[in-house]
């Protein structure tokens, strides 16, 4: 006697379990692949440009604070790089510029002595990013506002922040940023590609 299935023609079908097959599995990843693909270079540049703008728009915040605080306080204010500005006694260092402190300097010899109050300490910047400035990377201001002209040391007006894209136009800017400060004591930040160029005063970055 021929045995036959319980289960045919629609009820065959209404059978089927609510899964993926393997072929539409593969599909969609395949999907997903071609996908990410795509987003992954404009993010990465998305991330990069996020960097280099965080820096200097710090850096410009810093710059004001110290401009302020000279104003407020009546006394010289000093921003400077150095290596380590977590240190107890940090010291002002261009060779080594990862991060910078703002400072009282009842001293007036730009360099931060013991005792002397810190107002900022910002943290060190992000590896991946070089960081190019002129003078010895020292940037006093006067109780009156005014940027200070060089003294003990060569005063600080332009930094760059680069990557290792270097200078180029992306978009209506370039990979880099730059903080510009004027001997009036204004500052600001600059992302065209000839401003940046004009900070770097014929020098490269990185």
């Not at 999907?31 to 540049?45: D, E, K």
């Not at 604070?65 to 006394?75: H, S």
């Not at 940027?147 to 270097?166: I, Y």
């Amino acid at each position: 006697m021929t045995r036959t299935s319980c289960l045919s023609g629609p009820n065959r079908a209404s059978a089927r379990t609510g899964g993926y097959t393997l072929v539409e599995l593969m599909l969609a990843l395949t999907v997903a692949v071609i996908l990410g693909s795509i987003a992954v270079p404009p993010m990465r540049t998305m991330l990069l440009n996020g960097r280099l703008t965080g820096a200097a728009n710090d850096l410009l915040a810093s710059v004001n604070r110290a401009r302020t605080e000279a104003l407020k306080q009546q006394a010289a204010a000093v921003v400077c790089f150095t290596a380590d500005p977590t240190a107890a006694t940090p010291a002002c260092s261009y060779a080594a510029a990862r991060g910078w402190i703002v400072f009282i300097d009842t001293s007036g010899d730009w360099a931060y002595q013991s005792g002397e109050a810190i107002l900022e300490r910002h943290a060190t910047i992000d590896s991946g990013v070089t960081v190019k400035a002129d003078g010895d990377a020292i940037l006093a201001f006067s109780p009156s506002g005014f940027a200070t002209p060089s003294g003990v040391h060569q005063a600080l007006r332009n930094v760059t922040f680069c990557d290792a894209r270097g200078v180029v136009a992306a978009g209506g800017s370039s990979t880099a940023r730059a903080v510009v400060i004027a001997t009036t004591g204004r500052a600001r930040a600059v992302a065209a590609v000839a401003d940046v160029n004009a900070a770097l005063n014929g020098g490269s970055c990185p």
